[in-house]
């Protein structure tokens, strides 16, 4: 990864039997492609979170629910549900996991996250 920083290779380290188990375990699910995203998961999951936003925009602005107490309840129950969810999709931002390409799951969790929430999801990629 840093060539310029190398300064010599461990030769005689030992493998032990479970982290060869580990690493064969890991080139098997790349070989079958478990690590690839699936697209259509986040079309089907922004469809949902668009759900959840919009009924707690209809609840809780009286375009639905006639504006009653438990209209607006219901309203925020939607909404409290709509951020859990988007949370998720943030976890998979910060690791990078939804397009496997640092700059461009930034750019999106900054739009998703920073300007609607101002929770902030950069700088948490490991």
């Known amino acids: 990864m840093l060539p310029q920083y190398v300064i010599g290779e461990v030769i005689d380290c030992p493998v032990y039997p479970h982290v060869a188990d580990f690493r064969e375990a890991r080139q098997q699910m790349l070989r079958e492609g478990l690590f690839e995203t699936d697209m259509t998961y986040?079309?089907?999951?922004?469809?949902w979170?668009?759900?959840l936003f919009g009924s707690a925009l209809a609840l809780s602005l009286d375009f639905v629910g006639g504006g009653t107490f438990g209209a607006?309840?219901?309203g925020a129950c939607f909404l409290g549900i709509f951020w859990q969810q988007l949370a998720g999709v943030g976890h998979d931002l910060g690791h990078s996991g939804v397009?496997?390409?640092?700059h461009t799951?930034?750019?999106i969790g900054s739009?998703?996250?920073?300007?609607?929430?101002?929770i902030y999801v950069g700088g948490r990629g490991h």
């Not at 986040?42 to 469809?47: E, I, P």
């Not at 397009?99 to 640092?102: A, L, N, R």
């Not at 998703?112 to 101002?118: A, G, R």
């Open 105 to 107: 799951d930034h750019k």
């Open 111 to 118: 739009c998703l996250y920073v300007h609607p929430t101002f």
């Open 99 to 102: 397009t496997h390409d640092f």
């Open 49 to 51: 979170l668009a759900f």
């Open 42 to 47: 986040y079309y089907k999951l922004g469809s």
């Open 72 to 74: 607006h309840m219901l």
